[in-house]
């Protein structure tokens, strides 16, 4: 490991380091083209390119032509069908003519519709194929005698107007066969069926848009040239899509058969996220006609994170799901104004909690009025009345769901009262203009007491529609008053509460398919059994790195397999152990910081390889020398560098004394920059990677020579692909010796 106790200069050799390797690259790249020009198989495979991407913005034209003429005649039908369409309910004949020609007029939409979802989609993967139109092609033998199939594989599959097939789609069956990166005998599943072929070529291309720069034919992952190039590239402030380069072992989480929960551990830089995203993405491709993105649940690090791989899915033609923070996924579960706090709770505090309502029974005070705006429309004893009228259910969600229903229809009932005073109507017939056309779509002058009621009443609904929220979301049961009762606890914290909840009334999002969890080591087991209660029909992929929690009182693997393995029934899992991101000597230093049974499986690909640099200052003026000074160099050497700190207020204090040297702080709420250097405190690092890490402060105090030191460490440093720089005011923490730094 470089020692740059000596000034500039081991900044100057990682700088002459970088300018040799560019050369290097440059004359690779000249010598690269010339091959081109003698190449007959490059100059073949350029010609294909041209025409399919040729092909693709014919097809482009087309499908565009297609909506403009779709629209052009659904609006010229909807206008001359509206000009005959009579409406006439005089008898009961004439009403059904009258039913049968609208749903004549809706079949013509719903087709026009239909037709124009059609070419949408094509538009569609026009518009991503134009970017790459494909990434490699397979040559495969189907029966021993027939001539070999080429396909191309792409991130969309697209036909021409023939139906052949011009590019597979890379979640498509038969696709699998390049990811599994074995020449000759091989297979794919397919409709249930095992299908058996012959590999005679795996090919990848380096493509932009309709130009070639380079093809290579490889079967073994350690060579792949397309994974290495890709990986060479600098970092930017949006994670990219791994489609071309998935792995062997990636690919295996990626197609893994849909389980009830997949728990996916790894190191860092394995590329679990990456996975992550395409494994949504492969599901919606599997279940396209089922699934949609409303049904997909991802649980994110934090704000920075979601914006850090918000353009993975779009760019394979997909949208997003819903995508939240633990914080944005508890609020709405919890009273208002009340805050989502600590998440500390033990599954044997759960499950007394499941004890103590299995055998409940409701009392009077465990009920609250429905109130709306500071205005009491249902007492207490409204939901008491409704808990005794359904008294044969047991006690919990059923009798709740029922007593839900009840209060509904009473709190109807009392606004059909409302609207009958002269009150009430009086407040309506002195609304301005304005709100009577918000409310009515017009003004109003009703011409009997009917429609005075009737307006009255619809004007009720609006002012007090926060009462059926009220009603809905089960907010006139007192938990806290449960709570008290059951337990003999006060004030429960935010997760036994919503748990409580969640017993007693059955919320939850039954509507959910699918819910992803990254960084799953940063949850605590209580945390984890509130997710997989709320969403309990949904199947669950679980991602993270043991040695990546970073706080205290998370959940560790046992804990993790024990919550799904109650919630689901049982849990497969798969490990990712090689590293895509580092440096093979950034790698063995955060190897080194594992447990001694996991470090000697951890491997990495990259071949690129400068030392991390250490530099130990002997006290505070010159440590914060050493700082702006190693930061001016990252700032010259481009790329996008973190300065990650243990904690914000260190960001902050770092930033003060470094003055106009000190680069921006990452908040978390705000994007990162496509290069330059910003500071960002640990936990808004997790999950991210940059070109060059500089850990300001190495020292014991920062990374206390303990088990939890260490995993702050480990994911700190491992937050670097290509430099690293460790700073100490004062000697080393000791974890760093003892990782062979």
Known sequence: MADASEGRAPADAVAAADAAA??????????????RAADPVFAAE??????????????????????????????????????????NYATWDDAMETHADFMALNRIIDGYNLSHGVQAERLAAVETLLRQPYFAKVSLRFRAGDAPKDLYLGTAGISDESYRRMVVDWRSPVAEVYYNQDLGPTSYEADGRTIKVDLLLRRQFDIEADRLNGYFDSDVAIQDSLLLASLARQRSAQMQAITATIQKEQNV??????????????????????????????????????LRPEDVYLLTPNPLFRSYISGVLPDLGERNPHTLTWDEFLAPLLPEGRGVGDGAATLDDLARIDAAVAGMEFEPRDFLPVACGGVVLLGADAAWKACQKFRTAPAGPHRVSLMREELGRRLEARLAQMAATDGVQAEVAALPIEEQL????????????????????????????????VVERDEWLDVDHLALRLLGEAGLASVPWAYLKMAVTGLSEPGARYVFVDEVQDYS???????ARYFRRARFLLLGDPNQAITEGTAGLDEVRAVFERACGSVDECRLMTSYRSSPAITALFAGLLPPEVRGEVSSVLRDDVAPVVEVCADGDAHIAALARVIADARDAGGLTAVVVPWKSEAKRLARVLGD?????????????????????LRYAKGLEFDAVIVPDASERAFPADDLGRRRLYTTVSRATRRLTILAEGALTPLLAEAGA
């Open 253 to 290: 989480v990626i197609r893994h058969e849909d389980v009830p929960a997949l728990l996916v551990t790894g190191i860092a830089g394995s590329g679990k996220t990456s996975v992550l995203l395409q494994r949504i993405a492969y599901l919606f491709y599997r279940n396209r006609d089922t």
């Open 525 to 531: 087991a209580g945390q984890l059994a509130v997710m």
């Open 661 to 681: 040297d000190a680069p921006p702080v990452v908040d978390g709420r705000e994007g990162l920059p496509d290069a330059g250097v910003v500071m960002v405190p």
């Open 46 to 87: 350029q010609e294909h390119l041209s025409a399919t991407y040729a092909k693709l913005l014919e097809l482009g034209r087309a499908a565009a032509r297609a909506m403009a003429e779709l629209a052009a005649d659904a609006a010229a039908d909807k206008e001359s069908m509206a000009e005959e369409l009579a409406t």
């Open 22 to 35: 560019r050369d290097a690259q440059a004359a690779e790249r000249a010598a690269e083209a010339a091959e």
């Open 438 to 469: 918000r409310l009515f779509g017009e003004t109003v002058d009703p011409v009997d007491e009917a429609e005075e009621r009737a307006l009255a009443l619809r004007y009720l609904r609006d002012r007090h529609a926060g009462a059926f929220d």
